[in-house]
């Protein structure tokens, strides 16, 4: 089942309808359709306010695919999958390559600075976890969300075996 994301007229999110009642809504003026990055949804223009009941997201990270969902006690509204954020490390190494290739030209030498990476986390984390930041401020627009929950597993490693994770449960945590 389909549910259409309603966003009062002060920009608050309010409880997603169904379709037939958001397009019930749009033909008799009380909303407005939009669209954003795939979502359309409907701003009601004649009520500030709504009763909302919980709605939670999760959060499944993962290496190469993310999942979000969306969904409260009865319904799922959302389920989406993207691509992680992989191409940071390739970069940074990139980033070396181009900076080893500048110091060893015929230029003035620059003193090396050292404090360029402030902090323990590296880029590649950093980033793949302010995209999950985005994405969850994005939903957090057209949905009333009241809690974010993140999937945490952790996979145990097996040495001496080639294929790690061959043996790899979803359920070990």
Request: with cysteine.
């Amino acid at each position: 089942m389909l549910f259409v994301p309603v966003v009062g007229s002060g920009g608050k999110p309010l409880m997603p309808c169904h379709p037939a009642r958001a397009r019930e809504l749009v033909r008799s003026g009380r909303a407005v359709g939009r669209f954003d990055r795939g979502l359309h949804y409907i701003r009601l223009t004649d009520r500030a306010d709504g009763k909302t009941q919980p709605i939670a997201a999760g959060v499944d990270p993962g290496s190469k695919k993310e999942a979000f969902t969306v969904k409260s006690e009865s319904h799922t509204y959302l389920n989406i999958q993207t691509d992680a954020v992989t191409w940071v490390s390739d970069r940074m190494d990139v980033r070396r390559e181009m900076r080893r290739g500048r110091r060893t030209r015929n230029t003035p030498y620059r003193k090396c600075r050292l404090n360029r990476s402030v902090g323990n986390l590296p880029p590649s984390t950093k980033a793949r976890w302010g995209w999950k930041l985005r994405i969850c401020n994005w939903l957090s627009r057209y949905y009333p969300i009241t809690v974010f929950a993140v999937e945490d597993i952790k996979a145990k490693a097996k040495k001496g075996q080639r294929q790690w994770n061959r043996f790899f449960s979803p359920l070990e945590v």
